[in-house]
C-alpha cells in the first residue's frame, strides 16, 4: 500500500505570502501528525489530528499557522504571511489510534525568500 | 516536560566496527521510546522502539537499543557498521504511547569509513 505522501516537495515563497501544505496520510490511519524540522534539527511537533478533531496544537509556533483536516482523511497546513524564520522542511505522520507508530511522508521543504 | 538529549551531533565509525549512538531522556511518566533514521530528503523511518515490554529491543538492520530505567538512557547499537547506515539518527520520546506528539533530540550524523 501506498505510504504518506505530502504535496508540493518543494515550495519557495516569497515573505508575506501565504503557502498551503499537504498530507495524504496512510488509508485507514486515525491519527495525523504535523512536524517542523529546521535545518540540522530534529523534528519538533506542531500538531495533532484524531480523525477530523485537532486535539492537540500547542506546538504551533504562532497564530499565522493553521491545520485543518475536514473530513478526516487529507491534512492541510496553511501558514499565512510567510516569515523567513518559517523556512523549514514540514513533516507529516500518520498512524493507526491503536499502534504507537508513526509513519512519515518525506517531507514539504519550504523556503521563504 | 520530556526531553531527549544525543550526545553528539556527529559520530564516525569505520565500516565493521561498532556502532554506538547514545541517547538520554527525560519523562515524569514511564516513556515509550523510539529510534528513527533519515536518509537525505526522504522522511523518518522507524528502527526500533521500546513499549515497556523487553528492555532489549531488536530492530531492522541489524540495530537493537536497550533501556535502562536506571540510567534514563535508550543507546542505539550495531555490532557491525555497513555503509549505507550512514545517516542521520534520532531518538524519540512519547508520553502518550506514542499516540501524541514525538520529542525528538537534536539527531546524530552517523559517518562509515571505508
Known amino acids: 500500500g501506498a505510504g504518506v505522501s505530502q504535496s508540493p516537495r518543494y515550495k519557495v515563497a516569497k515573505r508575506g505570502q501565504d503557502v498551503a501544505l499537504r498530507c495524504d496520510p496512510i488509508s485507514g490511519h486515525v491519527s495525523l501528525f504535523w512536524y517542523q524540522q529546521a535545518l540540522g534539527q530534529g523534528p519538533e511537533f506542531l500538531t495533532y489530528f484524531q480523525n477530523e478533531a485537532q486535539l492537540d496544537k500547542s506546538g504551533l509556533p504562532s497564530d499565522r499557522f493553521f491545520a485543518e483536516r475536514p473530513e478526516g482523511s487529507v491534512s492541510t497546513l496553511k501558514i499565512q504571511r510567510t516569515q523567513q524564520e518559517d523556512s523549514a522542511v514540514y513533516l507529516c505522520?500518520?498512524?493507526?489510534?491503536?499502534?504507537?507508530?508513526?509513519?512519515f511522508g518525506p517531507g514539504t521543504r519550504l523556503t521563504v525568500l | 516536560a520530556q526531553s531527549v538529549t544525543q550526545l553528539g551531533s556527529h559520530v564516525s565509525v569505520s565500516e565493521g566496527a561498532l556502532v554506538l549512538l547514545r541517547c538520554n531522556y527525560s519523562?515524569?511518566?514511564?516513556?515509550?521510546l523510539f529510534w528513527y533514521v533519515q536518509y537525505p530528503n526522504q522522511g523518518l523511518q522507524l528502527l526500533l522502539k521500546y513499549t515497556s515490554a523487553a528492555t532489549l529491543v531488536k530492530g531492522i538492520n541489524g540495530f537493537e537499543a536497550e533501556f535502562k530505567k536506571s540510567e534514563t538512557s535508550f543507546h542505539l547499537t550495531k555490532p557491525s557498521a555497513h555503509m549505507s547506515d550512514a545517516a542521520e539518527y534520532f531518538c524519540a520520546v512519547s508520553e502518550g504511547g506514542g499516540a501524541d506528539g514525538l520529542t525528538f533530540g537534536k539527531g546524530t550524523h552517523l559517518i562509515i569509513q571505508p
Open positions: 505522520a500518520s498512524s493507526l489510534i491503536s499502534v504507537n507508530e508513526q509513519f
Open positions: 519523562s515524569s511518566v514511564p516513556p515509550y
